[in-house]
């Protein structure tokens, strides 16, 4: 991820009358590719920022904030998405963006035009910020780049590319989605415990999350049998495990405060990764059982779509402790919070500049 000077923490809740150009909106942030790299100042300015997002929304018949007023939100998506694509489109509807949706199929992508063209085009028609979803690890990465090079944004040259799940890599506005989602339930992130189970090996939602929460001071562990991990997880900052019965042991000193359930990536497996999905499920999943042995105040959660019966049982997922509805809600706030900080934040940076002829230190 691109980090120019920063300009520290500080920054004001998002008000009803529209903050770009607020003293201390930015955060430094040019894209949003990755957890990894992202400084745990950036990721609470974000969540604070969803926070103040989802208070100024609250009780409002019209759920429309000026703050991104006559800017452009391409999304462009190559794989399915129900949640993220509709999220993204209302975060930028609700804050006055202009949002325009690209698929795969539809588009000059279906005629086989290349990855890099259609960024291009898209950046040449005025597009602020491209946010985009893509079976290929790394896409995210390359567009940003081939776009901090070309950068035809009508206002500053710059074009923000949000990552929105590119392969088995990252999908980071997921990670700080759930992130959001575990302060409102337990109150903060910082020393909570939080188990994440199942097919860590393809979910780019496992990867985020385990980095994300380690910045945020959250201790991590990953459940999954050994074929689901991937080479190198000794290198993430989490704690591994294969049996989930253990893991969940009331006897603990360190039980778990969340469990996040992840989706089995059929559409990604080309192999044998478990004997059966029954097997699976009897090991792996989250039965009513099994969810019976979490302590009262922990909360479950799955980044959807959720297959009831293979991960999670359906009386699991509908209880009260499972906040799969709840992540939803806040991912529209969460993708709100980003598209502020890239597009109407930087604004806020870049007046700053021009008057001063540096960035804020
Ligand atoms: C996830 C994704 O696409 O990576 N879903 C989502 O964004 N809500 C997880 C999944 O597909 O299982």
């Known amino acids: 991820m691109t980090e120019p000077g920063t300009t520290g923490p500080g920054m004001t809740g998002p008000g009803t009358t529209g903050p770009a150009g607020t003293a201390d909106s930015g955060i430094g942030l040019r894209h949003l590719l990755s957890t990894t790299g992202l400084r745990r100042e950036q990721a609470e300015a974000l969540l604070d920022t969803a926070h103040g997002m989802e208070r100024a929304l609250t009780g409002r018949t019209v759920r429309k904030l000026p703050t991104l007023r ?10 399915n998405s129900t949640r993220t694509r509709v999220s993204f489109e209302v975060a930028g509807k609700w804050m006055s963006a202009d949002t325009i949706n690209v698929s795969a199929s539809g588009s000059s992508v279906g005629k086989g035009e290349s990855l890099r063209d259609t ?6 028609t005025g597009a602020d910020c491209v946010v985009v979803r893509h079976p290929a690890s790394g896409a995210a990465h390359r567009i940003a780049s ?21 392969g088995t890599h990252e999908h980071p506005t997921q990670a700080l989605l759930d992130a959001a989602t575990l302060r409102a339930r337990l109150g903060g992130v910082e020393g909570r415990h939080v188990v994440i189970v199942g097919d860590v090996l393809h979910s780019r939602v496992a990867r985020s999350n ?17 074929t689901l991990l991937p080479v190198g997880v000794d290198t993430w900052p989490v704690a591994t495990a294969h049996d989930l019965d253990a893991v969940l042991d009331p006897a603990l000193d360190r039980r778990p405060d969340a469990v996040m359930m992840l989706r089995v990536q059929a ?20 039965s009513e059982r099994r969810a019976a042995r979490l302590p009262e105040h922990a909360v479950v959660l799955h980044p959807g779509p959720a297959v009831r019966g293979m991960e999670i049982a359906s009386a699991v997922a509908d ?33 700053r500049t021009m008057e001063t002829g540096r960035p804020e230190e």
Do not use: K
């Open 70 to 79: 006559g800017r452009t939100v391409v999304s462009l998506f190559y794989e």
């Open 119 to 124: 960024a291009a085009t898209l950046a040449a």
């Open 146 to 166: 081939w776009l901090d090079r070309v950068g035809h944004s009508h206002t500053d040259g710059h074009v923000a590319v949000v990552n929105a799940g590119d």
């Open 210 to 226: 385990a980095h994300l929460l380690a910045t945020l001071g959250a201790r991590v562990t990953l459940v999954a049998p050994p």
């Open 267 to 286: 559409e990604r497996m080309h192999g044998g990764f478990f004997p059966s999905a029954r097997e699976y499920a009897v090991r792996y999943g989250l």
């Open 319 to 351: 209880s009260p402790r499972a906040a799969i509805i709840e992540q939803v809600t806040a991912g529209v706030h969460v993708r709100m919070a980003v598209l502020y900080h890239l597009l109407a934040g930087r604004e806020a940076e870049r007046s």
